[in-house]
């Protein structure tokens, strides 16, 4: 079951922020021992899109953490839609913080809104 459910347009840009708690329940501050990766799926067919498979986001490739906070901003490739249907994609951000690893997982709906002949 993702922890959030969001709606992106095909190849349309977007800015998506959650923040990193530990088991505990306290915010992730500090970037000392924190590792931080993302892989994006299609659903039916799992494939990775735009290349984000684990890929290390620790402010990199679009992704910045500061003060707890995670922000993505989603670039158009990583809303593609494969085909002509409507896709789910499952983007999962991996963490590693002080010992404790944890996931947040997004349920992306891509419906497809081209003009279809």
């Given at each position: 079951?993702?922890?959030s459910?969001?709606q992106?347009?095909?190849?349309?840009?977007?800015?998506?922020?959650?923040?990193?708690?530990?088991?505990a329940?306290?915010?992730?501050?500090?970037?000392?021992?924190?590792t931080?990766?993302?892989?994006?799926?299609?659903?039916?067919?799992?494939?990775?899109?735009?290349?984000?498979?684990k890929?290390?986001v620790?402010?990199?490739?679009?992704?910045?953490?500061?003060?707890?906070?995670?922000?993505?901003?989603?670039?158009?490739?990583?809303?593609?839609?494969?085909?002509?249907?409507?896709?789910?994609?499952?983007?999962?951000?991996?963490?590693?913080?002080?010992?404790?690893?944890?996931?947040?997982?997004i349920?992306?709906?891509?419906?497809?809104?081209r003009?279809?002949?």
């Open positions: 079951m993702a922890d459910y969001i992106a347009r095909d190849r349309v840009a977007g800015t998506y922020s959650f923040v990193i708690r530990n088991k329940g306290t915010i992730v501050t500090a970037l000392t021992s924190l931080l990766s993302l892989w994006i799926k299609g659903t039916p067919t799992p494939t990775y899109i735009n290349s984000r498979n890929q290390n620790l402010n990199l490739n679009n992704v910045t953490f500061a003060g707890g906070v995670v922000t993505w901003s989603m670039q158009p490739a990583d809303n593609a839609l494969a085909g002509d249907a409507d896709e789910i994609h499952l983007a999962l951000f991996e963490w590693v913080a002080t010992g404790e690893d944890d996931f947040h997982e349920e992306i709906s891509v419906p497809n809104t003009v279809r002949p």
